[in-house]
């Protein structure tokens, strides 16, 4: 008897894009044969199931508290305290919904993000977004190789080799033909996140203050400060939330194989990944706060390394120690994810083989994308008078004009009912999805004109959230007199949903644009053009004035 998730006939193996997709799920710790239907009862076999489920989320999260999210959250802690603690309680449920979705889309479909872009949405926005996603992930590579820089440099070992041996460690762990040696490797560098707890308690900052300001919102500075402030909590979203996350769980989801069956244990999957990387993000803002309090480094960031030096100050040479080997530990696996994002994107949408399960031979194109890009990076952090923190500017800049399409592309893609039938959004999640979305937007919006006015006041700022709440209002409002007004939907259907798979792509109807959808998709286009063209015009100048 097969598993009914995965059946052997045409319609929804054809939905799937690579035959490598199809068959056992062969996780890092345990594996669950097609043809297993047994239901779980008992707390033994659901443990062993969410053994061999349990990656995608955790590898997505931890690879999210990469050498940027160091930095960012190192220079919150350094510059204000445990002040700020408070964001990462918020992006809690932005984390999960934006995530939970992907992990749905990626479970029924069996068809990546890019791809079901560019079907459901044309040539030019399937081609957008794999173009942004390669060079956005091209410059986040080359900050996770700063990040191996700065660690290195502290640890004493030579610059060059470092670069080298972790590229050739990033590529030779993707090259093995096997996605569960791939996968375990990238959950034991998951294991080497937790290194940040001992410092964690070597260092013992106030749990009390720190647990207060989880929970309370408090803008520190006074308002001579709030645009610095400002941009940083911005920098915490940025570094969050980020565009390659989402079509990296969607397309890993697929490569392991996971079917709408193990949904629930998929969702405990990404329930933990966010609990580590909370943990790691507090623990970070927590030690580094405490290290610097009452010295000359606070409120003057510098960067990761002169964290490590903060440390070591603070508790000994050990804290620094174990802190720069787990930036080390944090740069590599989130270059691991990156750069599979952007060959699973590329190869999904030009109908390459991209499968893990396959060997170099069987997937060439794949893996070349995934050693090219991996090897652009090492090199360009190699060229002597790269403007790398230029670079590291760009990447947050780029990802936050980036991100809003993104969420408004899964909006729609979750609510189309060829695409996910029974899984559709529902009205609450879509309500909340829409809200997150409009926040995103305003944040875009204000990061884009501060990188172009880096003078942009406090006032400004907050002008820009209020325009940006006001449309976001009228938005609303249309949206709901045209729902009280037009042609109610039919409920949604959720029985059988368990084996419910897409159908093949080009049996699915093109979806309908309404006058609204493409004005709002017009509007959409309209400001990434603008924002990337002079984002970019700007980033030139800069570069040209550092000469």
């Not at 097969?2 to 890092?28: E, K, Q």
């Not at 940006?468 to 009280?484: D, P, S």
């Not at 037009?486 to 084996?499: F, M, N, V």
Request: net charge positive; glycine share 10%; aromatic share 8%.
């Amino acid at each position: 008897m097969t598993d009914t998730t995965i059946t052997t006939t045409a319609a929804p193996r054809a939905a799937v894009l690579d035959d490598a997709h199809l068959g056992d799920i062969r996780g890092a710790l345990g594996t669950i044969k097609l043809d297993d239907t047994a239901p779980r009862t008992g707390l033994s076999a659901k443990l062993k199931t969410l053994l061999a489920i349990i990656g995608p989320g955790l590898i997505v999260m931890v690879g999210d508290n990469d050498a940027g999210a160091f930095a960012t959250y190192g220079q919150a802690g350094q510059n204000y305290g445990t002040h700020l603690l408070w964001t990462l309680l918020l992006l809690v449920p932005v984390l999960y919904v934006n995530q939970e979705m992907v992990l749905r889309l990626g479970a029924v479909t069996g068809v990546g993000h890019a791809r079901l872009i560019l079907e459901r949405f044309g040539k030019f926005w399937g081609a957008f977004s794999v173009i942004d996603l390669f060079l956005l992930n091209a410059l986040t590579l080359v900050t996770e190789f700063i990040g191996i820089t700065l660690a290195a440099g502290y640890l004493g070992l030579p610059k060059v080799a470092a670069v080298v041996l972790a590229a050739v460690v990033i590529v030779a762990s993707a090259f093995t033909g096997s996605f569960r040696r791939f996968e375990r490797v990238a959950m034991t560098l998951c294991a080497g996140s937790l290194l940040l707890v001992p410092v964690y308690f070597m260092i013992h900052p106030a749990a009390g203050q720190m647990a207060r300001d989880f929970v309370v919102p408090n803008m520190p500075g006074g308002a001579g400060q709030l645009s610095t402030v400002m941009l940083l909590i911005i920098g915490i979203v940025g570094t969050t939330v980020a565009p390659w996350q989402l079509f990296f769980q969607q397309s890993y989801v697929i490569d392991k194989r996971i079917t709408p069956r193990f949904m629930r244990y998929e969702k405990a999957d990404l329930w933990i990944g966010i609990v580590v990387v909370v943990i790691g993000a507090a623990a970070m803002t927590g030690f580094t706060a405490a290290a610097f309090a009452g010295t000359h480094g606070f409120g003057n960031f510098t960067d990761t390394a002169g964290i490590a030096h903060g440390l070591e100050a603070k508790a000994g040479r050990l804290a620094g120690v174990l802190f720069a080997i787990a930036l080390l530990d944090a740069s590599i696996i989130g270059a691991f994810a990156v750069s599979l994002s952007t060959a699973y994107a590329i190869g999904d949408v030009l109908g390459m083989k991209h499968s893990l399960h396959r060997g170099v031979g069987g997937a060439k194109g794949f893996y070349a994308v995934y050693a090219g890009v991996v090897a652009a990076a090492a090199v360009i952090v190699l060229i002597p008078g790269s403007p790398l923190g230029l670079l590291t500017e760009g990447v947050q800049t780029l990802a936050g004009v980036l991100l809003p399409s993104a969420s408004v592309f899964l909006l729609l893609l979750c609510n189309d009912r060829q695409v996910l039938g029974p899984w559709v959004n529902g009205a609450k999640t879509n309500a909340f999805t829409a809200a997150v979305v409009g926040v995103l937007v305003a944040l875009s919006v204000i990061l884009t004109a501060a990188v172009l006015f880096p003078n942009l006041s406090a006032t400004a700022i907050l002008d820009i959230m209020a325009a940006c709440g006001i449309v976001g209002v009228l938005a609303a409002g249309y949206a709901f007199a045209r729902r009280r007004s037009g042609i109610k939907e039919a409920p949604i259907d959720r029985t059988g949903r368990d084996t419910w798979r897409m159908p093949p792509l080009q049996s699915l109807t093109k979806p309908a644009m309404s006058t609204a959808r493409k004005i709002g998709m017009g509007a959409l286009r309209t400001y990434l053009l603008i924002a990337m063209i002079l984002v970019v015009i700007k980033i030139v100048e800069v570069a040209l004035g550092h000469r």
